[in-house]
């Protein structure tokens, strides 16, 4: 059981340029979720979804965009990449219940913009 | 907004002995869930636990209990019996109870030696 798959795992990006980064699961939980860890710090929520098609901002979302198309998949857009986007992005996904269910995360992307 | 707080950037402990990692938060709510996940180098997000704040009774798995302290808004993780594959960054993390609003608050993370 593969869980929730991000790729890649490590990326360098040149100020300006831009990517996307790719979160797939297959749990088929509705609810998906995008972090970023700075050094030394908790993770911040920057978008979510609640199920295909509907996507929402969370704490830090400027300078990222989503799109949520199916249940499985949830990517991350960077448009003119920026040295403050140099960070660790998590995806995440949970089952939707309001009982606290535990969210399932990736291993990490870590984005490095030079 | 709810925020959490972990006050020890950073906390080491003898292999075999038991440590606490502090963590509390602020809210206006009554139904909430609240978590702790470790984060070995490996940099992978495990739960370690869970507790859910209407349930007054601490929540335990195996080496790892928390308590909980709902009116001081206090939720520390006690590791009994530390090992080896302890060493990681814990973080304390908060949910409110309200459906399509599940978000993860986090607090900044202790990261926990071990000493052999």
């Known amino acids: 059981n593969a869980g929730v798959t991000q790729t890649p795992k490590f990326r360098i990006l040149k100020i300006g340029q831009s990517m996307t980064l790719q979160c797939t699961q297959d749990m088929n939980h509705n609810y998906m979720y995008w972090y970023r860890q700075d050094p030394g710090m908790g993770l911040k929520l920057i978008y979510y979804s609640v199920g295909a098609g509907i996507t929402d901002k969370g704490e830090v979302p400027n300078g990222y965009n989503v799109s949520r198309s199916t249940t499985e998949d949830f990517p991350l857009r960077l448009e003119l990449a920026a040295p403050s986007q140099t960070s660790v992005y998590f995806c995440?996904?949970?089952?939707?219940?309001?009982?606290?269910?535990?969210?399932?995360f990736g291993d990490g992307t870590r984005l490095s913009i030079l | 907004a709810q925020t959490v707080t972990q006050s020890q950037p950073e906390m080491s402990v003898q292999e075999a002995e038991t440590v606490t990692l502090s963590c509390t938060y602020d809210t206006s709510e009554s139904d909430y869930y609240l978590f702790w996940y470790k984060q070995p180098p490996s940099r992978q997000m495990i739960l370690v636990i869970r507790?859910?704040?209407?349930?007054?009774q601490n929540a335990t798995e195996n080496r790892f209990s928390v308590n909980f302290q709902k009116a001081a808004k206090s939720f520390s993780l006690k590791i009994s019996d530390s090992q080896l594959g302890d060493a990681a960054m814990y973080f304390c993390?908060?949910?409110?109870?309200?459906?399509?609003?599940?978000?993860?608050?986090f607090g900044t993370g202790t990261r926990l030696t071990i000493i052999p």
């Open positions: 507790q859910e704040a209407y349930k007054q």
């Open positions: 995440a996904s949970s089952y939707p219940t309001n009982r606290g269910q535990p969210q399932h």
């Open positions: 993390a908060y949910e409110r109870s309200n459906f399509g609003n599940e978000k993860l608050t």
